[in-house]
């Protein structure tokens, strides 16, 4: 069964510290990889994707790992601000066949990130 | 930027109402989506779109109904509202399959 699961469920941290945090999927065949950012009350937004033959792609202080044999992902975010306080869902992309190729999302339940002043 | 706008932020209805949800993006996109979002579940998909006229069932359909008459507005039909309805609706776009979703900001809807 094609399943994305995340830790921590929740997370504090102080302002300026770091945090990591966790995605493993059983989803196969893989597509590709996406962590989303959902602030409160809004939608969630993508920070960055991940194909199969990447390692690491940074966006700002937000750095994602892929770990394709493992099937682990990791979000990092760097020297955290209040503004990241916010839900970070991880979304695996597979494919599919409806009309020609295609992908279906599975998304994970989403880490809980409080940043505290 | 994309922007995908739905009707309502936050709507209260009473049980065995019809209740309509609406969304509206502006970027051209083929593809659109109907998903419900509850604590410790996640996002799940109710029904999606990859064209005008044209819906498909997700994973979670029984209860709801959609339409797709124009390619940049996307509607949510509760025919009758349940209690267990009770949700935070999210729609999105995207402009090819399985990439990148714009989501709305959400419609928090209580089943009274």
């Known amino acids: 069964k094609n399943q994305v699961e995340q830790s921590p469920q929740s997370l504090i941290i102080l302002e300026g510290k770091n945090c990591t945090l966790q995605?493993?999927?059983?989803?196969?065949?893989?597509?590709?990889l996406r962590w989303y950012k959902q602030d409160t009350g809004r939608g969630p937004v993508s920070l960055t994707i991940m194909t199969f033959s990447e390692n690491t792609k940074s966006n700002g202080r937000y750095t994602a790992t892929l770990d394709a044999d493992t099937k682990q992902s990791s979000l990092h975010i760097t020297a955290s601000q209040l503004s990241d306080s916010a839900s970070y869902i991880c979304v695996v992309s597979t494919r599919f066949f409806y009309g020609g190729a295609t992908n279906k999302l599975i998304f994970g339940t989403g880490t809980l990130l409080a940043v505290q002043p | 930027d994309v922007k995908v706008t739905q009707s309502s932020r936050y709507l209260v209805k009473r049980t065995g109402e019809k209740v309509f949800l609406e969304c509206v993006q502006d970027m051209d996109h083929e593809n659109m989506f109907w998903y419900r979002q509850d604590p410790g579940l996640g996002l799940r998909l109710i029904y999606f779109?990859?064209?005008?006229?044209?819906?498909e069932k997700g994973d979670i359909p029984e209860g709801y109904s959609v339409s797709r008459e124009k390619k940049e507005r996307f509607s949510l039909i509760l025919e009758s509202a349940s209690t267990n309805q009770t949700s935070m609706y999210l729609c999105a776009s995207s402009r090819d399959r399985g990439q990148e979703l714009f989501f709305g900001s959400g419609t928090q809807l209580s089943v009274l």
């Open positions: 779109s990859y064209d005008v006229k044209m819906k």
């Open positions: 995605c493993n999927y059983t989803v196969s065949p893989f597509s590709n």
